[in-house]
């Protein structure tokens, strides 16, 4: 584990429940990252954690921000991150989310509505600017073909829409593609950015360099020792000629990638009390402290895997990423074990996030810790139902300084 359980156990004092962040974990992964990428900028998503300090851990090294709202625009600058490393990528923008991004990140339009709408606002402003699209390529990761999305422009409108080039004010110079999360096939994950940096290269060659080509993200984690795992030398291996190949062409376009789950995933755990054993029907239920209102994502998986009838249902990232995305651990190895269900303290039978697993026996005042609550966990749970109010998210920096 990442964090020493020292430190874990003298938190769990003070503290019913709570989140901790590693920022020697972070450290870790970027450094994965940085060795796989090497051709190419990270930025890190902002909104699968935009806790203060892990900001400041991940844009202290050096990577750039995607943002999904005006507010991370905003939390990146704070964070120090300059607008040109600052992509603010979303869809259905207000006229005031833009006006208030305009000189502090690159502004990405979701559609040719918005292209137009950024247009008009530069006009009325006597200013110009260039922006990016987001392009719904003809391809998926699994199909040659394309797929209808609520995301970006269809590849076939925008090239008949830079062909017709109708703006005054906004120029559109650079690209952003994100088609899918969580994706741990190496070989997948190559042939997706032979296929973009290749639809980069046809509108280059046909409207000018580009000034950046941002690939988004797919860059999977290993959710439990069972799942496959994501090989970076691999795709490191397969994509390092691809880059090289673009830039030879376009020296000046900048290559760029992006992850919020890899970056930082590992480096959380969720630490929720005891509060009480019961038996019902011959089942022992152990009752924790803020669990589906703090870290909904457990519950959620143990809701979805009960309605299908537990088969194993392909992931929806990011509220659901597989019926076994979390490892339950009760610290206290010296104990026997028994089978126990995991249930929260809201009032709704929905608040379980594991049944029936085989855990060393705890007792009311013992912690039970879940692993991969460094994304998409905090950041996605309903802190205010039953007014439980938010849990602490404490983090130890790389010598071990607690804040
Ligand atoms: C959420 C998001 C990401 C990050 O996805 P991860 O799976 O956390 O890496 C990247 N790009 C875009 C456009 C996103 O919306």
């Known amino acids: 584990m990442a964090i020493p359980f020292g430190i874990i156990e003298t938190l769990a ?28 900028d990270i930025l890190y998503s902002i909104k699968c954690n935009p806790n203060k300090n892990v900001l400041n851990a991940v844009f202290s090294r050096g990577l750039g921000a995607d943002a999904a709202s005006a507010a991370e625009v905003f939390a990146a600058r704070e964070a120090g991150v300059s607008p040109k490393d600052i992509f603010y990528s979303a869809p259905g923008k207000s006229d005031g989310d833009i006006i208030s991004t305009l000189h502090e990140c690159v ?12 247009d008009a606002l530069l006009q009325a402003r006597s ?11 003809n391809f998926t990761f699994a199909s040659d073909n394309g797929a209808a999305s609520k995301f970006g422009t269809d590849e076939s409108d925008t090239i008949a829409f830079l062909r017709e080039n109708p703006c005054r004010n906004a120029r559109i110079s650079g690209i952003h593609i994100h088609l899918k999360s969580q994706e741990t096939d190496a070989e997948v994950l190559a042939r997706y950015y032979k296929n973009v940096l290749a ?39 397969a994509t390092a000629g691809e880059y090289a190949a673009l830039n030879a062409r376009y020296p000046s376009t900048r290559l760029i990638i992006e992850t919020g ?50 088969c194993s249902p392909a992931g929806s990232e990011p509220l659901f990423s597989g019926a076994d995305a979390f490892e339950f651990i009760a610290p206290y190895p010296e104990r026997p074990c028994e089978t126990v269900t995991l249930a929260g303290n809201l009032c709704t039978a929905c608040d379980t996030m594991a049944e029936d697993i085989t855990l060393p026996r705890v007792e009311r005042g013992d912690i039970v810790l879940i692993t991969n609550a460094g994304s998409y ?18 983090f130890i920096t790389k010598d071990g300084k607690v804040i």
Do not use: W
Request: glycine share 6%; aromatic share 8%; proline share 3%.
């Open 13 to 40: 004092k003070e503290h019913d429940s709570f989140y901790v962040y590693s920022e020697a974990e972070i450290e870790k992964s970027i450094s994965a990252l940085k060795r796989c990428f090497t051709g190419a």
């Open 261 to 310: 789950r890899y970056a930082v995933c590992k480096s959380g755990i969720y630490i929720s009390r005891v509060m009480g054993r019961k038996m019902s029907h011959g089942k022992t239920y152990i009752i924790l402290k803020n669990t589906l209102n703090a870290f909904m994502r457990p519950a959620l998986a143990r809701m979805i895997f009960k309605y299908c009838n537990e």
């Open 107 to 118: 502004l990405i339009a979701d559609s040719l509505d918005e292209v137009s709408r950024i």
């Open 377 to 394: 966990a905090a950041a996605l749970s309903p802190m205010q139902f039953s007014s439980q109010g938010a849990v602490p998210e404490i």
């Open 127 to 137: 200013e110009r600017m260039n922006i990016g699209l987001r392009i719904n390529p």
């Open 199 to 237: 639809l980069a290269r046809r509108i280059a060659d046909e409207f000018g360099p580009l000034e950046y080509v941002n690939m988004g993200s797919g860059i999977g984690v290993q959710y439990t020792d069972a799942a496959a795992s994501l090989d970076l030398d691999v795709l490191g291996a």
